[in-house]
T-cell receptor, first 116, second 108 residues
Framework: EAGVTQFPSHSVIEKGQTVTLRCDPISGHDNLYWYRRVMGKEIKFLLHFVKESKQDESGMPNNRFLAERTGGTYSTLKVQPAELEDSGVYFC??????????????FGPGTRLTVL | GQSLEQPSEVTAVEGAIVQINCTYQTSGFYGLSWYQQHDGGAPTFLSYNALDGLEETGRFSSFLSRSDSSGYLLLQELQMKDSASYFCAAINDYKLSFGAGTTVTVRA
């Protein structure tokens, strides 16, 4: 079974540019999450999809971040325009069940974003 | 808000036992999970405690005490491959709130 995949693995852009990150969850997983780790800090929740619906986007930093999951399969996270403080590693995770299953989330390898 | 505290680093020798403590302050707490991360790669699920007590999974065990708002991860018979970062994560609703991670270094 393929795991969670993310593209690109690395992205280096200049301040003011736009970047789109993609996540392909494990097939059949309705729950998809985005997290971010800024260097030296903890991994922080950004948002949660159930199928194509945003269940919780309380962690999104501001309106420069837009996440979509059209069709309930893969998801994209767009940052426009990017700022220096957006640099970090963006992780995507998916899970089949919610709390009943222990909420085991399967993480992708992350996208390392560097904004210059 | 959510707050989880865990030690920043631990060093031990092969074959030893390491305990990583985690204390939490969260709202809507459902349970405590532990994740392992090698070299900044994908965090990997290790264990989950929804109820008080001990959960054992091979060489790793995890414990939760809701009355103390704390838990720990126990790594037994340490091996070199266990050198990694270990994160406790509180589950509230469907999302994970992570601690800053504990770097475990295993020496020969």
């Amino acid at each position: 079974e393929a795991g969670v995949t993310q593209f690109p693995s690395h992205s280096v852009i200049e301040k003011g540019q736009t970047v789109t990150l993609r996540c392909d969850p494990i097939s059949g997983h309705d729950n998809l999450y985005w997290y971010r780790r800024v260097m030296g800090k903890e991994i922080k929740f950004l948002l949660h999809f159930v199928k194509e619906s945003k269940q919780d986007e309380s962690g999104m930093p501001n309106n420069r971040f837009l996440a979509e999951r059209t069709g309930g399969t893969y998801s994209t996270l767009k940052v426009q325009p990017a700022e220096l403080e957006d640099s970090g590693v963006y992780f995507c995770a998916s899970s089949q069940s919610g709390l009943a299953g222990g909420n085991e989330q399967f993480f992708g390898p992350g996208t390392r974003l560097t904004v210059l | 808000g959510q707050s989880l505290e865990q030690p920043s680093e631990v060093t031990a020798v092969e074959g030893a036992i390491v305990q990583i403590n985690c204390t939490y302050q969260t709202s809507g707490f459902y349970g405590l999970s532990w994740y392992q991360q090698h070299d900044g790669g994908a965090p990997t699920f290790l264990s989950y405690n929804a109820l008080d007590g001990l959960e054992e999974t091979g060489r790793f065990s995890s414990f939760l005490s809701r009355s103390d708002s704390s838990g720990y991860l126990l790594l037994q018979e340490l091996q070199m491959k266990d050198s990694a970062s270990y994160f406790c994560a509180a589950i509230n609703d469907y999302k994970l709130s992570f601690g800053a991670g504990t770097t475990v270094t295993v020496r020969a």
